[in-house]
């Protein structure tokens, strides 16, 4: 019961200071400071473009501002890894690939999802295209252990 007190009871809305997560309770003030440029306000702590595929390809870590940790203990999670394949429009569907609790996990996560990106030579047989232009990984008849790194980190 305890956690679940303590779950209820931490921010939900997170805004960076000096680099560091400050939890607030204002939505108006957390509102006003996402609205900001994410590079001007340190928000964007990743972000890399790959030409070498058929399609514009990227990866992008960004501090959400949110708690993604929607269980009743654990740290927050407040950095997201996204991926996009394809033309980038607004709204453009993502394929969130990881989530972290700090700036430091963030920045080392982004250059681990770079390190595997870079050693995949096509994504046609990784990547399906879905209804409504979405795509998903899926390692249709890989182990599940590809190039080094556990897929379900992907999935």
């Avoid at 740290?75 to 890894?81: F, V």
Wanted: negative net charge.
């Amino acid at each position: 019961m305890d956690d679940l007190l303590t779950q209820m009871n931490r921010p939900h809305f997170y805004i960076l200071k000096d680099g560091q997560p400050v939890g607030i309770y204002d939505a108006r003030q957390w509102a006003a400071y996402m609205e900001e440029d994410p590079d001007e306000n340190g928000r964007r702590c990743g972000h890399t473009e790959w030409a070498k595929f058929d399609k514009p390809t990227r990866l992008s870590t960004i501090f959400l501002g949110l708690d993604h940790n929607f269980a009743p203990n654990g740290l927050p999670l407040l950095w997201e890894s996204c991926f996009f394949y394809g033309e980038f429009t607004p709204g453009q569907y993502s394929r969130v690939l990881n989530r972290y609790s700090s700036l430091e996990q963030a920045k080392t996560g982004h250059e681990e999802l770079v390190a595997m990106i870079d050693l995949i030579e096509d994504l046609s047989g990784i990547i399906k295209p879905e209804l409504g232009g979405r795509y998903d990984f899926r390692w249709s008849s890989a182990p599940r252990t590809v190039l080094g790194f556990h897929s379900s980190r992907l999935i």
